[in-house]
């Protein structure tokens, strides 16, 4: 049997982030977060210039993704075919092939806890790679 207020909490999740992300939204965004969330990525070390790719707390969330906002490149696109759950992890991916061409390959991770993000881990693929070590993607 499912839990319907999981499955409900994570599709609210799923889609809240992809508008929040497409409207750059910083506020939107960080709505969906707890307040001690943490956030992983490659991203963090490339925009930060830090060595550790981990921000801690909502406060340091928000002056990342609002660098992360601001330097959006044409590639970083949001098409997805859904998502797996179960009911507590949330994970979708970002495939590089989409039916417009190539887009940034990425994969979200969300450990949703109380109807919020807890932890947030971002994979990226060979092509999002790429963009960091060319240079392509703007700091």
Known sequence: MTNQYADATVEHVFQAWDEALGAKD?????ALYH???TLESPLVCYLLGVEEGVIRGRDELRRFVERVFAH???Q???FRTGFLSDGTTLTWEYPRQTPDGEQMDIVEVMEIR???IQHHRVYWGWFGVNMITNGMLPR
């Open 26 to 30: 910083l506020d939107a965004a960080m």
């Open 35 to 37: 307040e001690d969330a």
């Open 72 to 74: 959006h490149p044409p």
């Open 76 to 78: 970083r696109r949001r």
């Open 114 to 116: 109380d109807g919020l």
